[in-house]
C-alpha cells in the first residue's frame, strides 16, 4: 500500500500561484501513473490533472488547461502540480492518487492540502 503526502497548499489571492507536491512514503511514484484530484465544499471530488509513469504524457481538466502543470519531481518519489493565475473557483481540498489514466479515476489517496484563492 502506498501511502501519499500532499503538501504546499495555502492561502494565495486570485492571479497568485501555489506548488503543491506529493511525495510517497518509502517507495517511489516513478512505476505508477500519477494524477492530483480536487475537492471543494459541497461538490464530488474532481480530476485536475494527471501524468504517466515516465512523464511523456499529461492530462488536464479544461478548467485547468493553461493554468496549471503536472511534473515529476527531481526526486522520483514526488509528483508536483504548479498551479498559476489562479481562480476563487480553484479553492479546494487538493489530493493526489495513484491514477488510472484512461478513466481518471484515482486510488490511495493522500489526506489532501488546502488550497484557498481569495478574490
Known amino acids: 500500500q502506498v501511502q501519499l503526502v500532499e503538501s504546499g497548499g495555502g492561502l494565495v489571492q486570485a492571479g497568485g500561484s501555489l506548488r503543491l507536491s506529493c511525495a510517497a512514503s518509502?517507495?517511489?511514484?516513478?512505476?505508477?501513473?500519477m494524477g492530483w484530484f480536487r475537492q471543494a465544499p459541497g461538490k464530488e471530488r474532481e480530476f485536475v490533472a494527471a501524468?504517466?509513469?515516465?512523464?511523456?504524457?499529461?492530462y488536464y481538466a479544461d478548467p485547468v488547461k493553461g493554468r496549471f502543470t503536472i511534473s515529476r519531481g527531481n526526486a522520483k518519489n514526488t509528483v508536483v502540480l504548479q498551479m498559476n493565475s489562479l481562480k476563487p473557483e480553484d479553492t479546494a481540498v487538493y489530493y493526489c492518487?495513484?491514477?488510472?489514466?484512461?478513466?481518471?479515476?484515482?486510488?490511495?489517496w493522500g489526506q489532501g492540502t488546502q488550497v484557498t484563492v481569495s478574490s
Open positions: 492518487a495513484i491514477t488510472i489514466i484512461p478513466s481518471r479515476q484515482g486510488r490511495s
Open positions: 518509502g517507495r517511489t511514484l516513478s512505476n505508477y501513473d
Open positions: 501524468i504517466n509513469w515516465s512523464g511523456a504524457n499529461t
